[in-house]
């Protein structure tokens, strides 16, 4: 059992943030790995991406949003209650080194991880560019922790009712266009975003690398829900990755996928109101 | 029902018996009544002896008063007067004269004998011999669901012997003096034993007999190929069907259960010495049972949230009961094994931190990376691996949703892909949740069916359809990204192949295209990389599979050891354990100095 020590609602609560005590996994989680966790003993297994951590306070930070029946459950919960399965760190750590200037892409609860890996670009010695954009104000998260330690920040909505208005896009283009310094580009996000950023830092030949998030069950390779074509090979998102070189992911399978999951989701939340 | 009682129950055996000089019968009609008729004396008196003719009955009449214990003196043929005194033997319980003759049996006519004191009922007969003369018990069926309701619950398919029909089969089993039966059985049970202890009504004897050297015998009742183990090699099956050794393996381990019988066993002294198990499959849970009775303080390291492996996540609940699994896991618990759920070595903890902590590691992480076969469109929605099918069923109970959250996948047209017990268990769980039509298309011939028996049967009754000789090459999807047909290729068998099997080949311009909605690929899993991103100085083969001293079952990283599917890739439940076994003793044999053992005197040594 894993007990909730903080939360914390984001977003006008449909980003939720908890603290959970998890010594073990605290202890090993590197920035861009997960955790699978499960509620209680009917629950589903899902994957979420450590946010943040504290290894001595042995405790661990996920931030999600309500989009189904589980994480629907998870925002009933409070402080004090408990997790029945947390298992993890899941997947290979983003491959962090000093290598110069970095555009750190994010969107919507992206951010959440975005932040726990543009950090240790920080910290590696980088010069870190940060872009993060939301549908609206409200939607957006973490502003401030990620102007905390970005050398540069950039925000956009979608509505424009905060920052500029438009796609992180956008401004990542015209950053491309002015620097030639630019290194790595890093993104995660909706997988849409993604395969935006993708598209067009491929004209630029700027590496670029993304963090997938997609259905999983076991998380521990063994199932094969997540499994995810790059460079045309099958490759387990929860072994191989979640970090994958974008220039080599296909996309059209993988948002062709995700858009059937989505609907069972959509599905399984109707289900738990009626 | 006692011994007796059994016997009794069969119908009675009726001995014709033969003069081996003149070659003619015994037996004669008096009123309707059939005896057997010898002449004889007693106290130099003549008497005539008449003997029921039955093997059950032991009637004799005297023409003369005869006390039992009154010797005869002589016994004679009535037909050719000859004396039918054996000159060489004596009755091997009373050491009395007996006299011999002839009994058809099989079709050939055996010695019988007849001791001369009266009362003495030894007649020389082997329980072979028995065997031939008595009427042949048949295999004993278990009972099972009907198909027609099966296919709409997850209850188990057969409900097991009676205590009647267990001691019946029993009866069958010839109590071999060199029994090939054990020959095939990888963990070497003393199977003879048992089967006696049966007969002999002491079923919780029986069951504690097998778990000298297996500790699940519940599961592997259930589970194990025996008809290509144990039962293809029992000397009944020569001329008949084999002795049903699995289902008397399974009666023994429910009747223990069931009855509360199960006790705790007795613990070695303890050491302070640790051992840290990873992974709870059938391998896993074999040396971890070993190495708690050997006195070590053992702890499972389990990645998912619940322990047993395949047992768990993989095998329906309809051919192997959670309950049992559970059943053995607690046991494990009350042991004092601690199981650590949730803890993914390689990640949570590596082997390099285990070392430092415990004594001896034992990996059994089983070989669960699920294999694709690289085709168009396997990317498509409601292609499963067999794995994410079955994990979702049974260890995240899909079947119940929505009293369980993960969702059901559903198909109504289902194609399975394979044709191993995975692949039964898989069409199976789709006929059972509301599937229409499930077929399993395999590109071989029935023959090579890898699955067992009785599961291929099950799934046939249940009206599953097979397509053999047939290899999916393209899936379509419909506009939502889900899968909506197939194509197929029909095959041919041409040459075997190093494995023996004769290989399929595609048949030019054989293919057609099949409507399906749901596709699940049953054709194999590999290792799974995850323990060895951490470990990389832990020696694999070619295949990515562990590589041990097969004697000790030692791995390249000294006190780590390794076995099961990890080690063999996809195999048994009953090899995993025998694994286990041998590395338990091993494991036991380095860390307390003990002289070492060879592999042979390892298994079936409890
Ligand atoms: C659907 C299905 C049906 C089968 N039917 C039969 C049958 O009828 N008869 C038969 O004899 N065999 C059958 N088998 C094969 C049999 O189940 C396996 O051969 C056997 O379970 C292997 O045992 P194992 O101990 O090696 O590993 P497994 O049973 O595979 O157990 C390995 C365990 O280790 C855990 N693990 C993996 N990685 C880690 C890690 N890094 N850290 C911690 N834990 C980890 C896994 O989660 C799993 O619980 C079947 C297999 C399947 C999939
Ligand atoms: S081989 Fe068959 S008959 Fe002989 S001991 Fe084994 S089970 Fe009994
Ligand atoms: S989540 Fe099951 S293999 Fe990745």
């Known amino acids: 059992m894993f007990q909730i020590i903080k939360k914390e609602e984001m977003a006008k609560g449909t980003i939720i943030r908890f603290d959970i005590a998890a010594p073990n996994i605290a202890k090993k989680v590197k920035p861009g790995q997960f955790v699978i966790l499960r509620v209680n003993d009917t629950g589903e297994r899902i994957p979420l991406t450590v946010a943040d951590k504290d290894e001595f306070a042995g405790f661990i930070t996920i931030i999600f949003q309500v989009v189904g029946k589980t994480t629907a459950l998870m925002r009933s919960l409070n402080v004090g209650d408990m997790i029945k399965d947390v298992a993890g760190p899941m997947g290979k750590p983003a491959d962090v080194e000093k290598i110069g200037t970095i555009i750190m892409v994010g969107g919507g609860t992206g951010v959440a991880i975005l932040h726990h890996v543009a950090k240790a670009f920080k910290d590696a010695g980088n010069y870190v560019i940060g872009i993060i954009g939301a549908r609206d104000k409200d939607m957006l998260i973490l502003e401030k922790e990620m102007a905390g330690f970005c050398d540069e920040l950039v925000v956009t909505t979608d509505d424009g009712s905060y920052g500029l208005q438009g796609f992180v896009t956008d401004p990542m283009k015209k950053y491309l266009d002015e620097r030639d310094d630019i290194k790595l580009i890093y993104t995660i996000g909706p997988i849409k975003m993604m395969h935006f950023v993708c598209k067009i830092t491929e004209k630029y030949k700027i590496k670029t690398m993304v963090s997938l998030n997609p259905v999983m069950i076991d998380g521990t390779g063994m199932c094969g829900g997540c499994r995810v074509t790059v460079d045309d090979k099958i490759q387990f998102c929860c072994v191989d990755g979640p970090d994958f070189d974008g220039h080599k992911v296909d996309f059209d399978e993988l948002e062709k996928r995700n858009s059937l999951y989505q609907q069972d989701e959509k599905e399984s939340l109707l289900f738990s109101i009626r | 029902m006692s011994h007796e009682d059994i016997k009794n129950m069969k119908s009675k055996t009726f001995l014709k018996t033969y003069c081996p000089h003149c070659h003619q019968s015994f037996i004669k009609d008096t009123k309707g009544e059939k005896w057997a008729k010898f002449k004889s004396s007693i106290k130099q008196n003549d008497l005539e002896v008449e003997i029921s003719p039955y093997l059950e009955a032991s009637d004799r009449k005297f023409s003369i008063p005869v006390k039992d214990g009154d010797q005869l003196e002589d016994l004679i043929c009535p037909k050719c007067n000859k004396s039918l005194i054996s000159e060489e033997s004596k009755c091997e319980e009373c050491g009395s004269a007996i006299g011999q003759m002839l009994v058809s049996a099989d079709s050939k006519l055996i010695p019988f004998s007849l001791c001369t004191k009266a009362g003495c009922q030894w007649n020389g007969l082997s329980k072979a011999d028995i065997r031939k003369i008595t009427p042949k018990i048949k295999r004993q069926e278990m009972p099972e669901q009907d198909p027609k309701m099966r296919v709409h619950n997850f209850d188990e398919v057969p409900y097991g012997y009676t205590t009647e029909t267990a001691m019946l089969e029993a009866e069958r089993c010839l109590q071999c003096k060199n029994p090939k039966c054990v020959d095939g059985c990888p963990v070497n049970i003393d199977i003879p034993s048992f089967i006696a202890l049966i007969s002999e009504e002491k079923f919780d004897e029986a069951a504690k007999k097998i778990k000298e050297t297996n500790v699940l015998p519940a599961v592997c009742g259930r589970v194990c190929p025996q008809e290509s183990q144990c039962e293809e090699l029992c000397i009944v099956g020569v001329k008949e069907e084999p ?144 794995n994410e099918y079955l994990t979702r069923m049974n260890l995240m109970k899909a079947y119940k949703f929505p009293e369980y959250d993960t969702p059901k996948p559903i198909g109504n047209k289902v194609a399975v892909i394979g044709g191993g017990n995975v692949a039964m268990d898989c069409a199976r769980t789709a006929i059972r949740t509301g599937a229409k039509e499930v077929t399993i298309v395999y590109r071989r011939s029935r023959t090579e069916l890898p699955a067992r028996i009785e599961e ?151």
């Open chain 2, 243 to 386: 002795v049903a050794i699995g289902r008397l393996e399974r009666f023994v381990a429910d009747y223990e259960r069931k009855m509360d019988l199960v006790s705790m066993p007795h613990i070695g002294s303890k050491t302070n010495k640790k051992i840290a198990v990873v992974g709870s499959g059938p391998g896993g849970l074999t040396v971890a049972a070993d190495m708690q009775l050997l006195g070590y303080n053992v702890t499972m390291f389990e990645a998912l949230h619940e322990a047993g492996g395949v047992l768990t996540y993989g095998i329906p609940e309809f051919r192997l009961p959670k309950s049992i699994v559970n059943f053995e896991i607690d046991y494990l618990k009350k042991m004092g094994v601690r199981l650590e759920l949730n803890h993914v070595i390689g990640q949570t903890l590596t082997v390099d931190e285990l070392l430092e902590n415990f004594d001896g590691i034992f990996i059994g992480v089983g070989a669960g990376l699920p294999w694709f076969m690289d085709l168009e469109g396997e990317y498509l929605g409601n292609v499963f691996s067999s």
């Open chain 2, 456 to 606: 291929i049967h099950h799934a046939e009754e249940e009206g599953i359809n097979f397509k053999l000789l047939t290899s999916p090459i393209r899936y379509f999807g419909n506009d939502r990204a889900a899968v909506k047909a197939m194509e197929c290729i029909q095959m041919e068998l041409g040459e075997p192949d190093s494995s023996g099997r004769r290989r399929p080949v595609p048949l030019e311009n054989s293919n057609f295209t099949m409507d399906i909605d749901m596709v699940i690929v049953a054709v194999g899993t590999g290792p799974n990389p995850v323990i060895f991103q951490t470990t990389p100085n832990l020696k694999r083969d070619k295949r990515g599979y562990i590589v041990v001293n097969e004697e000790t079952m030692e791995t390249s990283i000294p006190n780590v050891y390794a076995g099961g599917d990890i080690v063999t890739g996809s195999a048994t439940v009953i090899e995993a354990m025998g694994a286990g076994r041998i590395a338990a003793r091993a494991m036991h044999q380095k860390l307390s100095g003990a002289a070492t053992k060879t592999k042979e005197e390892v298994v079936g040594v409890s």
